[in-house]
């Protein structure tokens, strides 16, 4: 099950969002959430690419949690892609370049 789509420019401007099956709104205003969820992606690619013990050509690429899982693709101009499912969708980074390309 698909939850939202967000498309983000390299600076972090929503320039599409759609839902779909989202139970739970944030309860903010979307402008908000919008950038809640770009300062959370920086801080994750930053976290990780600190972080992370091997070289990480790919990046950051998808995270968990009890309830969702968000997917994560960025293109080579910055245009961010990410999509929140539920937690039986596997990787689908090459669906997330199909949203970008198409």
Known sequence: TVHNL???D?????LHYSEWHRKK??????????KLMYGMLFSIRSFVSKMSPLDMKD??????????KLHY????????????TDLGVGPIRDVLHHIYSA
Request: proline share 5%; aromatic share 18%.
């Open 73 to 84: 693709y960025e293109t080579p101009t910055g245009i961010k892609v990410v999509m929140n």
């Open 6 to 8: 967000y498309l983000f």
């Open 25 to 34: 709104q944030a309860g903010i205003p979307k402008e908000e959430e919008y």
């Open 59 to 68: 990046g950051f690429l998808a995270f968990q949690t009890s309830r969702y």
């Open 10 to 14: 390299r600076n972090g401007v929503c």
